[in-house]
């Protein structure tokens, strides 16, 4: 599934499926075709994702350490959770300034 998060607050934010459910999942919501964040829920749901952002960033460097204590080279790193939330974060900094709710599927 391809999440496409809407705000009268700022443009479009498009997420393949995997990152936009672990992230809908962090924030407490179902991971489904149509959804809303609102207002009221946006400084509690922008922390739970800085939250699953910190405990991701813990276990790649818990992945890293455990690497070299064997003596092996880390594995790389991809694209990160921060890197691919970052949009629907700024989002909901602007619609929560604006007032407005973010949805998709809609």
Do not use: C
């Not at 204590?69 to 990160?80: E, L, S």
């Amino acid at each position: 599934m391809i999440y496409k998060f809407k705000s009268k607050a700022a443009g479009d934010v498009i997420m393949l499926g995997p990152t936009g459910d672990r992230i809908l999942g962090a924030i407490g919501k179902e991971p489904a075709a149509k959804g809303i964040i609102e207002v009221a829920d946006m400084p509690a749901a922008m922390k739970a994702v800085e939250a699953a952002i910190a405990a991701d960033e813990a276990e790649a460097r818990r992945i890293d350490e455990e690497a070299r204590a064997n003596g092996q080279t880390p594995p790389p790193r991809g694209i990160t959770l921060r890197q691919r939330a970052w949009p629907l974060v700024e989002m909901m900094k602007l619609a929560e300034r604006d007032g407005h709710d973010i949805v998709w599927g809609v």
